[in-house]
């Protein structure tokens, strides 16, 4: 259909790391797929985005990259003005953005990471692949029963205006949050985010998150650098009206 490429997002990212025909390393890394490339071979035998193509190659295929860990990290410092190192977070949601997330705040350096998710077993495997990974990092499965610099909800629990909140109130406070950053964009103002901002905590949605991704896969796409500035206005006004 000539298409240059494809965005996914839940619950596609886990699933496309096996239908692709290639993975870049970033998808290798944090295992999830949201950005995928097509590419046609040229008449060198070399792999080039179809973009680049003025008639449709004979031979296509699928390029699986991630760009949802960059953004994220890039949208809770630009958006909540916050540093990882040293952090102790609460993550709520182990499915592919959850996944995702956890890796890259491991990386990044947080001292302390609290999964939360839905099916025990998925949380206690991810914590495990983040201690052999990162094991300067302490995980635990379950709520942190202290205080905490982030509390990041991956989870889909937010979608509709009367979800009931991502987390247990009887095992966590919204009190012992600094800041609480959703993943989710649409609503713009989320349960969750309303409830953080009564509680006194900093908060942001996925918004930022959702640009800084967007941004670096047009530029997979394109092989040109994102209007990253006309985007974002183009993303709020659409967003928030």
């Keep these: 259909m000539r298409f240059v490429g494809l965005n996914l997002t839940v619950p596609h990212k886990l699933l496309a790391l096996d239908m692709v025909d290639e993975l870049d390393e970033s998808a290798k890394v944090w295992k999830a797929v949201n950005t995928i490339r097509f590419e046609g071979k040229d008449s060198a035998g070399s792999w080039k985005p179809l973009g680049e ?39 709520l949601g182990a499915g592919g953005a959850g996944r995702t997330a956890a890796l890259k705040l491991a990386e990044q350096g947080v001292a302390a990471l609290f999964l939360v998710n839905r099916t025990a077993s998925k949380a206690e495997e991810l914590a495990a692949e983040i201690q052999e990974r990162h094991p300067a990092v302490k995980v635990k499965v379950g709520y942190p029963g202290r205080k905490v610099d982030l509390l990041l909800n991956a989870t889909s629990l937010g979608l509709k205006t009367d979800d009931s909140l991502p987390f247990d109130e009887g095992d966590f406070s919204l009190k012992d949050a600094a800041a609480v950053y959703d993943m989710i964009y649409r609503p713009a103002d989320t349960p969750l985010l309303k409830v953080a901002r009564a509680a006194g905590c900093r908060t942001a949605n996925g918004l930022g998150m959702l640009l800084f991704q967007g941004a670096k896969a047009l530029e997979l796409w394109s092989g040109k650098a994102a209007p990253v500035a006309a985007m974002k206005t183009a993303l709020e006004k659409n967003v928030y009206g």
Excluded: M, Q, W, Y
Excluded at 55 to 67: M, Q, W
């Design 53 to 91: 193509f003025e008639s449709s190659p004979g031979e296509i295929r699928a390029h699986g990259f991630n760009t949802d860990a960059d953004a994220i990290t890039r949208s809770l410092k630009e958006d909540l003005g916050l540093g990882l190192p040293g952090k102790t977070v609460l993550l």
